[in-house]
T-cell receptor, first 111, second 114 residues
């Protein structure tokens, strides 16, 4: 059974810092991994999608990497801003019709 | 492309009542998911439709829950005889497929059972 873990559960950083969020999964047989952002009381917004054959994806200040063999992904946020404050979730898709989500990392960027 | 739409945004009901939520996916998306999320947790899979066919249903879903997607367009999720433990955010997501596309989520329906 696939399990997804995210560390840390919460993170508070001053504005301008570079930071890394971690996601680990127990079954390496995945098709893809997505990173999402969720603002309080809202739905999720997909940030980056990494296919199983890829090592990383970049979008603006965000960079996500995937090491399928070790069951790990990281989301790197460069030059963090207060507007980046949100919960970040990763989800893996193993071809069994469903995405399995981690519990998220609550990020607060202090001005 | 207006995104995934969910109605209502909030629903307050008394224990024992039935509730129904609606999801309108992005028009060309043939795959639709329902998830449930409680505070501090990640979304938990409930069910999946490919077009009008319900292909996967979580064992967590008791027989009080039912979902439909007539004609492969909008979807409804009904909860019968609601319990306080059903209080959660119910999220709908859609994707085009095949299996390698981004998931697009609606804003969710927040259910409170009193």
């Amino acid at each position: 059974k696939q399990e997804v873990t995210q560390i840390p559960a919460a993170l508070s950083v001053p504005e301008g810092e570079n930071l890394v969020l971690n996601c680990s999964f127990t079954d390496s047989a995945i098709y893809n991994l997505q990173w999402f952002r969720q603002d309080p009381g809202k739905g999720l917004t997909s940030l980056l999608l990494i296919q199983s054959s890829q090592r990383e994806q970049t979008s603006g200040r965000l960079n996500a990497s995937l090491d399928k063999s070790s069951g790990r992904s990281t989301l790197y946020i460069a030059a963090s801003q207060p507007g980046d404050s949100a919960t970040y979730l990763c989800a893996v898709y193993g071809g069994t019709y469903k995405y399995i989500f981690g519990t998220g990392t609550r990020l607060k960027v202090l001005a | 492309d207006t995104g995934v739409s969910q109605n209502p945004r909030h629903k307050i009901t008394k224990r024992g009542q039935n509730v129904t939520f609606r999801c309108d996916p992005i028009s060309e998306h043939n795959r639709l998911y329902w998830y449930r999320q409680t505070l501090g947790q990640g979304p938990e899979f409930l069910t999946y439709f490919q077009n009008e066919a319900q292909l996967e249903k979580s064992r967590l879903l008791s027989d009080r829950f039912s979902a439909e997607r007539p004609k492969g367009s909008f979807s409804t999720l009904e909860i019968q005889r609601t319990e306080q433990g059903d209080s959660a955010m119910y999220l709908c997501a859609s994707t085009l497929g095949p299996d390698h596309e981004k998931l697009f989520f609606g804003s969710g329906t927040q259910l409170s059972v009193l």
